[in-house]
């Protein structure tokens, strides 16, 4: 068998505008997006220009039609530079804009993807609440049938990009005996009187990326915002999650070889004891692990986005992605400071921020704990592995 290592022409191409636009545009504002825990509208604007904001919506919506080891590429090159920012991109384009790929009608795709994909404004997925998470199903947002309209009435609890969203993907019990297979999702406009965006969370990492909570309060939709099958609306977020678990998988990567850049840099430089800290082997031992977990964190996202792009599914290797990626970037990111001492510690390096950026990789889009579970699942389901 031939098995190709190397990246397809157009994906060298894909990922080289995207380092380019992360170096000369992305890293020298990182630094204050974290501290205004806020991204001017020229960010997105920009994005949206470069294609990526619509990197994954069908070109006939106006996207760019990408498959998601194009887009892994994209994310990565991001979060080499600002998780936050790498984050907004895929939570848009891998949870809102995928769902509504995935489930919406004709219509329903007509009226919301080009803007989408445009970066006029961003889509939010609203799964979370505030008495669940990892156990979705147990959610108690409620949607009740009235007329030719549904009622919705709950909260929702840390969505991504929740102050910019002109479109709330919203994931609701519509028959709560049936639990899971009693779920159905609305798709919500932004200035529906029943929808309330609460303030952003003050949050230890991705800082530039708001969170927000919803109340929705009497919100009332239309029959035709019902997004997918009645009833399917958890089977459709589970979907969703396994494509989003890919780009949270590279986005994790991606912390960590920012880490290990701005390490390997400040380690020529520094010298100790006579020498570059860079010849001392203990700091070469750690750079060495540094980079073979990136490069096996780099491949198994590869093989989950080729996974995905050729069947649609890639439940284990997806999960295996974003777990190996977001521990190796915690602890890499962590390293990466110890390499650079006590200004490691300090904001004028990016490590810290980093750091703080790739904790998020273990909790957001199930947990480490719960990808954990998915490959159990997976492994006692196999006789041969
Ligand atoms: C910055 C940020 C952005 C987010 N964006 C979105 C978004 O856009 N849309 C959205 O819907 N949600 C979003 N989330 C929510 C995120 O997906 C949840 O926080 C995550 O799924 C975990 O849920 P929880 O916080 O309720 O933790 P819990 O489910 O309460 O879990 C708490 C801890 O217990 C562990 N645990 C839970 N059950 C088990 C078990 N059975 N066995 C062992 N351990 C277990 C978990 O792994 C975790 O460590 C975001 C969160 C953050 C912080």
């Known amino acids: 068998m031939n098995m190709d290592f190397d990246l397809p022409e157009d994906v060298v191409a894909v990922r080289d505008m995207a380092r380019k636009f992360a170096a000369d545009y992305i890293a020298p504002n ?22 990526f904001m619509g990197a994954l919506i069908p070109t006939e919506y106006g996207g760019s039609g990408l498959g998601y080891l194009h887009f892994s590429a994209i994310i990565e090159e991001l979060a080499v530079h600002c998780g936050a920012t790498a984050l907004m991109v895929a939570a848009h384009n891998g949870l809102a804009g995928a769902h509504i790929k995935l489930a919406a009608n ?36 409620l949607a009740v049938k009235d007329g030719k309209h549904w009622v919705i009435n709950g909260a929702k609890q840390f969505i991504t ?35 309330k965006i609460g303030p952003k969370e003050d949050k230890f ?40 678990r890919i780009t949270i998988g590279t986005l994790a990567t991606g912390l960590a070889r920012g880490a290990m850049e701005c390490a390997l840099a400040y380690a020529k430089e520094r010298k100790t004891f006579g020498k570059p800290l860079i010849e001392h082997q203990a700091i070469q031992f750690m ?14 996202v590869r093989r989950a986005a080729v996974k995905m ?3 649609g599914e890639a439940n284990f290797e997806a999960a295996a992605c974003k777990l190996f990626a977001s521990e190796i970037a915690t602890r890499h990111c962590l ?11 300090t904001k004028d390096m990016p490590m810290e921020r980093l750091m703080r950026d790739a904790k998020l990789c273990e909790i957001g889009e199930g947990s480490s704990q719960i990808q954990r579970m998915v490959i159990a699942r997976h492994v006692l389901s196999k006789a041969n592995l």
């Open 335 to 345: 390293n990466a400071i110890q390499i650079a001492g006590g200004y490691g510690y």
């Open 205 to 244: 990492g991705m800082r530039g990326s708001d969170t927000v909570p919803l109340t929705f309060e009497d919100c009332r939709v239309p029959d035709s915002a019902m997004c997918g099958e009645y009833n399917k609306g958890f089977q459709h977020a589970m979907k969703v999650l396994e494509r989003g």
């Open 287 to 300: 750079l060495a692990d540094m980079a073979m977990d990136v490069d096996a964190a780099r491949l198994l």
């Open 30 to 51: 990182a630094r204050a997006w974290d501290a205004e825990m806020a991204f001017p509208d020229e960010l997105i604007q920009k994005l949206g220009e470069l294609g």
């Open 106 to 141: 004709e219509e329903q795709k007509k009226r919301y993807l080009p803007s989408l994909a445009s970066g006029e404004y961003l889509g939010a997925w609203c799964l979370t609440e505030p008495g669940c998470g990892s156990d979705a199903a147990n959610m108690s947002t």
């Open 309 to 311: 792009d050729e069947t």
């Open 161 to 195: 990009s929740g102050v910019r969203a002109g479109v709330f993907v919203v994931i609701c019990m519509t028959e709560p005996d049936k639990r899971a297979k009693g779920i159905s999702t609305f798709l919500v406009e932004r200035g529906n009187p029943g929808l």
